[in-house]
């Protein structure tokens, strides 16, 4: 089924949807928490990413050994280190063996 112009502009925007489900106070708040999850969420990224780039000047390897030590393709190391994957604990795990640390979460 292909959506014609005209078609699409009977969609209402998700601002509008927005304001039409959540009042004022509810639209703050909901904010607020995405910031928080996307600040928590950038924080666990960062301190990953700093663990696997101190790992690899510690054992003073490169990214290809680094990637052949993790068992991963390229693509996905090279987002790792970036900070831009979305990782599983399995992942969290498989770093953290590689890297021979625990990981350890907590919240603040």
Not at 13 to 37: A, M, N, V
Not at 47 to 56: E, F, G, L, N, T
């Amino acid at each position: 089924m292909s959506f014609s112009n005209e078609r699409l502009k009977k969609f209402k925007k998700y601002t509008d949807l927005r304001e039409e489900i959540f009042s004022k106070e509810e639209q703050k708040e909901l904010d607020s928490e995405i910031k928080l999850e996307i600040s928590a969420m950038n924080d666990l990224q960062e301190s990953i990413s700093k663990a696997i780039v101190s790992y690899m000047a510690k054992e003073q390897i490169g990214f290809n050994e680094f990637t052949r030590r993790l068992g991963s393709s390229s693509r996905q190391t090279s987002r790792v280190i970036k900070g831009e994957a979305n990782l599983t604990l399995a992942t969290l795990a498989e770093i953290s063996s590689v890297i021979g640390k625990k990981p350890r979460l907590s919240f603040e």
